[in-house]
């Protein structure tokens, strides 16, 4: 078989066969950030104009325990649209680059554990606190109701999705997420260590 692992994973979420770089521009990208198996830029939309995230993955680095990490993160994702939650568009895979590109939504406000800093001194307050806690359970409600399991729930993975007082807020990072059976009615137990050690 001429497709790889990743494509026999991806066939289904892959745009048919489209090319990544024909459909996105690059060549004014941002790095938004980056981590053992790849990194986040910005990329715009040659059809659209549009600014999207992109989180482009090494296959060859991820071995098979990542690619396992990477079909819970997509299958996740894919069953999830809400405010609070950053929204997978496509994927695309580049078998003669060894590659995998996530287009996400773009958030560009930064982590809420940043702007909790920026009130270290006199405190957030009690209102705003409130309604950032109740948009976060939102979110995790959301998953739960879709039988996602995040796993990963911290400061670090909620992000604005913009500078602005009233941007809203998102729940990124699905890379540790588990998908239960759907209509499972609670049965299904897990165990292991995941998430930050911090």
Known sequence: DSRSIIGKL???????????????????SQTIGSGMSGSVVTARSRKTGVTYAVKTLNI????????AELRKEVAA???????NIVRLF???????????????ELCLGGELVQRMM?????GMPEFEAARLVSKMLSA????????????????DNFVYEGTAEDAELKLIDFGLSHLCQRGGG???AMSGRVGTLS
Do not use: A, N, W
């Open 140 to 155: 995790l409600r959301h998953c739960h109701e879709h039988d996602v399991v995040h796993r990963d729930v911290k400061l």
């Open 10 to 28: 991806m066939q289904e979420h892959t745009s048919d066969g489209r090319c990544f770089y024909k459909e996105y521009d690059d060549s004014r």
């Open 77 to 83: 994702m894919r069953r999830l649209d809400h405010p």
């Open 90 to 104: 496509e994927t695309f895979e580049e078998p003669e680059t060894g590659s995998i590109h996530m287009v996400l």
């Open 60 to 67: 060859e680095m991820m071995g098979v325990d990542g690619m």
């Open 186 to 188: 609670g049965s299904e």
């Open 118 to 122: 920026d009130h270290e001194k006199e």
